[in-house]
C-alpha cells in the first residue's frame, strides 16, 4: 500500500500535527475528564459528540482538505444544479410551444 498521505486515514492525519490539526474538547457534564493521551480512530471525531471529552478536528484542517471528497463533493452538487436548469429549461421550453 502507498505511504502517501492520502491514504492514510483521517484520525492518523490529525495524529500526526495535535493542536494543529485537532484541539481536545472538553465536556464535564457526566463526570471526570475522561481525555486520553493518545489520538486514536476512537477519540477523534470530526464533528460534535454528544458527551464525554474526546479529539475535535480544527476548523483549519476541515477546510484545507482535510476530508478529501469536498472537491468532488462540489462538483457533483454542480452537475446536479446543471441538471436542474437543463430540465427546467426543456419544461419551459415546451409550455411556451418552442420546440
Not at 483521517?10 to 495535535?18: F, G, K, L, Q, S
Request: net charge positive; proline share 5%.
Amino acid at each position: 500500500m502507498s505511504k502517501t498521505d492520502k491514504t492514510r486515514p483521517w484520525w492518523v492525519r490529525i495524529a500526526d500535527t495535535p493542536m494543529v490539526t485537532c484541539v481536545p474538547a472538553h465536556d464535564h457534564r457526566f463526570g471526570p475528564c475522561t481525555l486520553p493521551d493518545e489520538i486514536t480512530a476512537d477519540s477523534a471525531s470530526l464533528n460534535q459528540r454528544t458527551g464525554g471529552c474526546h479529539w475535535r478536528a480544527t476548523a483549519s484542517y476541515l477546510c484545507d482538505g482535510g476530508l478529501s471528497g469536498g472537491r468532488e463533493w462540489y462538483l457533483i452538487r454542480r452537475e446536479d444544479r446543471r441538471r436542474d436548469r437543463h430540465r427546467a429549461r426543456r419544461e419551459l421550453r415546451a409550455y411556451r410551444g418552442e420546440d
